[in-house]
């Protein structure tokens, strides 16, 4: 049990287009879900903490206008990256809390973003 | 903030030794957590300690929290090829209620045949 699907992978994109990434829980029900960014060799990064029904809360430093989080459901939340620069590019990682009580996140396999 | 201290940072052992893996927190801990990494995917998470002294196994990795909560250490026996890759290991600070995980840098494990 507890599975985290993310999706893409992967994505290649121009600079100045827009991308979404996915984050699924598959088998749980998830109130709050989290965005990570890893640099290489880096730790990760918290960006923001995604709670279902209502805003994200960005850490200091993310530009919420810049990475939008959407947390429409408790099985779904998406991260898009408007108008992505090459300075964007990064792995970035979703994970999902599963229930109230136990605090343990499962992590997505992360997004590999290029951008050109 | 909360910081994490990992070392060694790398680690190369031969196939069969045991090793031990630390994390130090600047601060008192409320939950800590061990996750192991795989270059370029995601966490898999390995084992959660929230109690002083507490210690758990799972398989040939056992991970110990200090009783002052602020140390822990993840030892492989009988090390594996399968067993390499990046642990990163994660606090909740003490009170925290939101979940949030701050993470250490990380120890990449190379383990030779």
């Known amino acids: 049990g507890a599975v985290v699907s993310q999706h893409p992978s992967r994505v290649i994109c121009k600079s100045g287009t827009s991308v979404k990434i996915e984050c699924r829980s598959l088998?749980?029900?998830?109130?709050?879900m989290f965005w990570y960014r890893q640099f290489p060799k880096q730790s990760l990064m918290l960006m923001a903490t995604s709670n279902e029904g209502s805003k994200a809360t960005y850490e200091q430093g993310v530009e919420k206008d810049k990475f939008l989080i959407n947390h429409a459901s408790l099985t779904l939340s998406t991260l898009t990256v408007t108008s992505a620069h090459p300075e964007d590019s990064s792995f970035y990682i979703c994970?999902?809390?599963?229930?109230?009580?136990?605090?343990?996140?499962?992590f997505g396999a992360g997004t590999r973003l290029s951008v050109l | 903030s909360q910081e994490l201290e990992q070392s060694p940072q790398s680690l190369i052992v031969q196939e069969g030794k045991n090793l031990t893996i630390n994390c130090t927190s600047s601060?008192?801990?409320?939950?800590l957590y061990w996750y192991k990494q795989k270059y370029g995917e995601g966490l898999i998470f390995l084992m959660m300690l929230q109690k002083g002294g507490e210690e758990k196994s799972h398989e040939k990795i056992t991970a110990k929290l200090d009783e002052k909560k602020q140390q822990s250490s993840l030892h492989i026996t009988a090390s594996q090829p399968s067993h390499a890759g990046i642990y990163l290991c994660?606090?909740?600070?003490?009170?925290?209620?939101?979940?949030?995980?701050?993470f250490g840098k990380g120890t990449k494990l190379s383990v030779i045949p």
């Open positions: 994970s999902a809390k599963q229930g109230a009580a136990k605090n343990i996140q499962y």
């Open positions: 994660g606090a909740a600070p003490l009170g925290a209620g939101s979940y949030q995980l701050t």
């Open positions: 088998d749980f029900q998830a109130t709050t």
């Open positions: 601060k008192t801990l409320y939950g």
